[in-house]
């Protein structure tokens, strides 16, 4: 499970393997020999539905998020109930980095391996009416008997296994400028998917015993989700391609600046194991004794609604046995400046791309700049950043290395019990690696 940005990691010159992941060209010409990333993890939320005040967290208090999660007393919603039709925006996702590597094959070309484990999950634009009731699983009587509906929200999920191979060179270096190209090849496997567009649904709940829909309709598809299901419900490919431009100081031994273009993640999986998609449409229909339904499968919850929405007709509904997901594809714009020494600036942008009327998985834009202090054995950065995702959201971060190993994150206000919580990012791990000996003043002739 993987999507965020780690900006205080990613952008160091000791981020090893892990900045090949924002930037394939970045372990050419690196700081370090070689580099081994034994595992590392993260995760991010944002969203402007949900929230946890400040007064009901801990510092540091990650066990009390996890548990007020579970035990569903933790969280309260932004809902405005004389404004049902306010539009709400959720997007999680989170990493699981195994053994990966890169290494120095041979003057100006280098290879890596990363094996991770990726998961996103967006819903843009949903009605505060709908939002509301998912949240009060449509047990809140003060939105019975109120004619409600949603014609905007789009909701995608997916997680997927991803295999990697990094290649990365130096184009052209004269001593004082260097160019580097670097790409990133993935095979993907599938675990699950789902996705929700097109929705047109008007509705109305009297109460548990009826579910009215009028002129409604929506497509959606999904994987299987039983217990004893192979995780492996389809394959595909993605591809990132990156390139910096480094203005070298030879005689300091560093750079000056570095530019960084990069374009991440496009690709897509075809779901089609365990997989289906459907179409649901009506001029009038009514989910009787919807309050005490039981499903044994998600293939009889599909049944249902298509008998509900077709009067009868249990199968009417299904239109496909496979569906595919795009990848959260973006372009990438870094900017690095060694302002003294062992002090750095950067800059990134993050620009999400969409996919127009197909489904897939979003990318939430990142504006960020991170000071940081950086030697071979300490680094402390402070990444300021703007999250985009239907709504801004500022927020304030700090990451710290020590050795091989470094923890931070890029939103730890409602960690340290300053903010209310709205939004989560965290990350840590462990690598292990050798650094370059010191370079001295070269001319490519």
């Not at 700081?31 to 946890?52: M, T």
């Not at 409604?216 to 994987?223: A, L, N, P, Q």
């Not at 496909?320 to 750095?344: E, R, T």
Request: hydrophobic residues 40%; proline residues 2%.
């Amino acid at each position: 499970m993987y999507a965020q940005q780690n900006l205080g990691i990613w952008n160091s010159n000791y981020a090893g393997i892990q900045g090949s992941l924002i930037n394939p060209s970045s372990i050419a010409d690196s700081k370090l020999k070689w580099d081994l990333n034994v595992i590392s993890v993260g995760e991010v939320f944002d969203n402007n539905f949900l929230y946890a005040p400040k007064s009901s967290l801990a510092f540091f208090g990650i066990k009390r998020i996890i548990k007020g999660s579970i035990d569903e007393n933790l969280f309260y919603t932004n809902f405005d109930a004389q404004n049902t039709n306010t539009l709400y925006n959720v997007t999680l996702s989170a990493q699981i980095l195994g053994p990966s590597f890169f290494m120095k094959i041979k003057k100006n070309h280098w290879i890596g391996f990363t094996i991770a484990g990726r998961a996103y999950a967006n819903v843009r634009n949903i009605s505060g009416g709908a939002a509301q009731n998912a949240f009060d699983y449509f047990l809140n009587k003060e939105l019975w008997n109120t004619d409600l509906h949603d014609n905007t929200a789009r909701i995608n999920s997916m997680g997927w296994l991803q295999y990697g191979l990094h290649y990365a060179t130096v184009l052209y270096n004269n001593g004082t400028d260097e160019l580097k190209a670097g790409i990133s090849l993935n095979y993907l496997q599938g675990i699950a998917a789902a996705y929700v567009k097109n929705t047109n649904i008007n509705y109305k709940i009297p109460d548990t015993a009826n579910f009215i829909f009028s002129n409604s309709s929506v497509d959606y598809g999904r994987t299987d989700f039983n217990e004893d299901r192979k995780l492996n419900d389809g394959h595909g490919f993605g591809a990132d391609i990156g390139f910096s431009y480094v203005h070298l100081d030879p005689i300091k031994n560093n750079y000056i600046y570095r530019l960084c273009l990069t374009v991440i993640d496009v690709g897509s999986i075809n779901f089609n194991r365990n997989a289906s998609s459907y179409h649901l449409q009506t001029d009038s229909a009514n989910l009787e004794n919807w309050h005490q339904l039981k499903f044994a499968d998600n293939t009889q919850l599909d049944q249902t609604l298509s008998a509900v929405f077709y009067h009868g007709d249990s199968t009417r509904s299904l239109t496909s046995d496979h569906f595919k997901m795009g990848l959260p594809a973006a372009i990438s714009v870094q900017a690095d400046w060694n302002i003294c020494k062992n002090y750095f600036l950067n800059a990134t942008i993050i620009k999400g791309l969409g996919h127009s009327s197909g489904q897939g998985v979003t990318r939430p834009d990142i504006y960020s700049v991170t000071p940081r202090y950086e030697t071979k054995w300490v680094e402390i950065s402070v990444p300021f950043s703007l999250i985009y995702y239907g709504h801004m959201q500022p927020r304030v971060g700090l990451a710290v290395r020590a050795g091989y190993f470094f923890i931070g994150g890029d939103a730890i206000g409602p960690l340290l019990k300053l903010d209310n919580l709205e939004g989560v990012d965290f990350y840590t791990g462990i690598h292990y690696f050798i650094a370059e000996k010191q370079k001295t003043a070269k001319v490519d002739l």
